[in-house]
């Protein structure tokens, strides 16, 4: 039988209590984030059934969805204020971009292939998430244009920290990317403190690896 918007709305409802707040994300801003954005719409309809498992899940061109808890958790780690503009680089599914725009001023998100990109779009933009400019390119080179943002997040694997994402940082910006080898990797916390970058390193995590100059070849 084909589950219905209410049946969603209760599978989001179960997926919140039990794999979010049980797991200790506390956040009230982002559990509503997370409660009210339909995850089953960014996964093929083949999948949607499995769209509030407790795990990540293939969206085609061999990239993934997250796990719901780490989308949490990394939104949590970051804590996303009202008056942020903050930079995404791997927009993949828009899943996570949407949390985001719930959360800040702007999400700026960059993904290196152009029909996820475009699907992002489509799918954010008929959920009325509007707060959001998209692009695709090379996004371990950062936005072209220059900007500075008070927060990045980086949904993809990188072999080394990339220094053009550190520069984007405002002052007490801050930046999480997973950084280590293709199969491996620890979530890195950056703030930009003075002159100098201090960095954190959390959980071991295994995303899928970061396009372009600053990335896998």
């Known amino acids: 039988m084909p589950s219905t ?109 152009p029909q996820l990109a475009l699907k992002a779009k489509q799918i954010n933009d008929a959920s009325g998430y509007k707060n959001i400019t998209y692009l695709s390119a090379d996004g371990s080179m950062g936005w072209p244009a220059q900007i500075q943002f008070d927060a990045i997040m980086v949904t993809a694997a990188a072999p080394l920290t990339p220094q053009p994402l550190l520069q984007q940082l405002k002052p007490f910006g801050r930046m999480l990317i997973p950084v280590g080898e293709r199969f491996q990797q620890l979530l890195q916390y950056w703030q930009h403190v003075g002159d100098e970058f201090v960095k954190h390193e959390y959980l071991s995590v295994m995303f899928v690896p970061l396009k372009g100059q600053q990335g896998w070849q």
């Open 5 to 113: 918007d209410e049946t969603f709305s209760q599978q989001r409802q179960n997926m919140v209590q039990q794999q979010i707040k049980a797991r200790g994300i506390k956040d009230s801003r982002i559990l509503s984030a997370l409660t009210n954005v339909a995850r089953h719409a960014y996964v093929p309809q083949s999948r949607q059934r499995l769209a509030y498992n407790d795990g990540p899940l293939p969206i085609g061109h061999q990239q993934t969805i997250s796990q719901p808890y780490i989308v949490a958790y990394m939104t949590a780690l970051l804590a996303p204020k009202a008056q942020d503009t903050i930079l995404e680089i791997g927009t993949g599914s828009g899943y996570q971009t949407a949390i985001l725009s719930l959360l800040c001023k702007h999400v700026f998100t960059i993904e290196f292939i």
